[in-house]
């Protein structure tokens, strides 16, 4: 029997389900693929041991997207949409997690998602390093397959 080792984090891809040029979603980091459930205390009464803790609804934090700055990209035109004019278009985004033949070894599906902020990193002429844009996007839900 073979050893499982954990793949590496560095090889991944991500696709919009906008029409975006190939180029503009290549992304140095991810981040946000997580999700929490709430939950509400009911206090039984004579009770005075415990609170019980029920389940309530579950609760995804928002996914951040890092890049180096992209000239007349498409995708921050979109984000730019949403910001500045309020016109939202949210799109389903695949975040894969790929082995060294390219194919998935996880696939991320999250739903209906949309800009909420974009930013780019400071200038500091000391520094020999790339400009870097931040997208955040709020979205619904994710779903998660393996290969």
């Given at each position: 029997?073979?050893?499982y080792y954990p793949p590496p984090g560095f090889h991944f891809s991500v696709s919009f389900g906008l029409p975006f040029p190939n180029n503009d979603v290549l992304f140095r980091d991810i981040s946000?693929?997580?999700?929490?459930l709430d939950t509400?205390?009911?206090?039984?009464?004579g009770e005075n041991r415990f609170v019980h803790k029920l389940p309530v609804r579950t609760k995804y934090?928002?996914?951040t997207l890092k890049r180096g700055l992209f000239k007349d990209s498409a995708l921050i035109m979109w984000c730019k949409d949403a910001i500045e004019d309020f016109i939202f278009i949210p799109t389903?985004?695949?975040?894969?997690?790929?082995?060294?033949?390219?194919?998935?070894i996880m696939k991320w599906n999250v739903v209906k998602a949309y800009p909420t902020h974009w930013s780019v990193s400071d200038f500091n002429a000391m520094e020999n390093s790339i400009v870097v844009e931040?997208?955040?996007?709020?979205?619904?839900?994710?779903?998660?397959?393996s290969s």
């Open positions: 029997m073979k050893p946000g693929l997580s999700v929490t509400e205390d009911v206090v039984e009464g934090s928002e996914l389903d985004i695949s975040i894969k997690l790929l082995n060294e033949n390219h194919s998935y931040t997208i955040k996007l709020n979205y619904q839900y994710f779903t998660v397959m």
